[in-house]
């Protein structure tokens, strides 16, 4: 029985997954190896929890409660207390084949080591670890409190066992969930691609302007958010990592090709709303 999800990384998707599964009821063990990220991460989640409040999707006691159960940790080793565990560290591999074969000496032999990779091999993550069956995919969309979907993601070794806890997991922290291959880019990334992909191709070419696509997305599409805005909340850096992972992934697919100007934004550092500026500016 799941009563203790470990998380480890505490950034924006880190520390919104750890958000949802407190609220959800489970304890929550937060690990990063910066302790400013952990501080920032535990005031974040705060506030987050303040703004639900005021919104009524939550009450007071439930926030405080939910936030009661985040226990943030800068030892690794603290992970091996945990019942069921979620990476949600940086989209590099190498840095993920760290932390798995960090895991395996930690943590007991049954428990599911979940990565929350949104573009990279589950398979390949699972290589570095004594129980490659108990590797699996579980990709939260940002921001996990908010965004109903998640994508599990069965490995070449996922065991069956291993596929059932993480999408029992995923009901009870109250997630709709879709089980796909182990694909690059998965389902909604891979999708997603040709939509950032187009739109920068015509910014690039002067056919139109950031606030004239996203306007026409959501106009005649029906989106909610048009790409270029979609992309500022992401955060260009994480959009622009994807997309490369996508396209190498596929032996370099023109279709997943990604474009000059995502990489200018990223060296530029202007990387959407979490730094005040991207397309569009946020003051």
């Known amino acids: 029985m799941i009563k203790t999800i470990g998380v480890i990384g505490a950034g924006t998707m880190g520390s919104g997954i750890a958000q949802t599964a407190s609220t959800a009821g489970f304890e929550v063990i937060l690990h990063d190896i910066s302790a400013d990220v952990l501080q920032s991460a535990m005031e974040n989640i705060k506030q987050n929890l303040r703004m639900m409040v005021e919104k009524g999707k939550v009450g007071s006691a439930q926030a405080t409660d939910a936030l009661s159960r985040i226990h943030p940790r800068k030892n690794f080793t603290?992970?091996?207390?945990?019942?069921?565990?979620?990476?949600a560290a940086v989209e590099?591999?190498?840095?993920?084949?760290?932390i798995f074969k960090k895991l395996g000496p930690i943590v007991r032999s049954h428990v599911v080591l979940a990565t929350n990779t949104s573009s990279l091999s589950v398979t390949s993550i699972a290589t570095l670890t004594r129980t490659p069956e108990s590797v699996v995919g579980m990709h939260f969309f940002n921001p996990p409190p908010l965004m109903k979907l998640?994508?599990?993601v069965r490995g070449k070794q996922t065991s069956d066992a291993a596929l059932k806890t993480t999408t029992d997991l995923a009901v009870a922290m109250g997630k709709t969930h879709v089980v796909c291959r182990d694909t690059p880019g998965f389902v909604v990334n891979r999708v997603a691609r040709?939509?950032?992909?187009?739109?920068?191709?015509l910014l690039g070419e002067g056919v139109a302007s950031v606030e004239e696509i996203d306007r026409i997305v959501k106009l005649e599409g029906g989106f909610k958010m048009g790409p270029f805005e979609l992309m500022d909340l992401?955060?260009?850096?994480?959009?622009?990592?994807?997309?490369?992972?996508?396209y190498e992934q596929f032996f370099h697919e023109p279709r997943f090709r990604p474009h000059p100007i995502q990489r200018?934004?990223?060296?530029a550092g202007t990387l959407g709303r979490k730094t005040k500026k991207g397309f569009y500016a946020y003051p």
């Open 78 to 87: 603290d992970m091996g207390s945990a019942d069921f565990i979620i990476e």
């Open 194 to 201: 040709p939509f950032y992909g187009e739109a920068l191709r």
């Open 150 to 152: 998640v994508e599990v």
């Open 264 to 267: 200018q934004m990223v060296e």
């Open 92 to 98: 590099n591999l190498d840095i993920k084949h760290a």
């Open 234 to 246: 992401i955060g260009i850096d994480i959009n622009y990592a994807v997309t490369k992972s996508v």
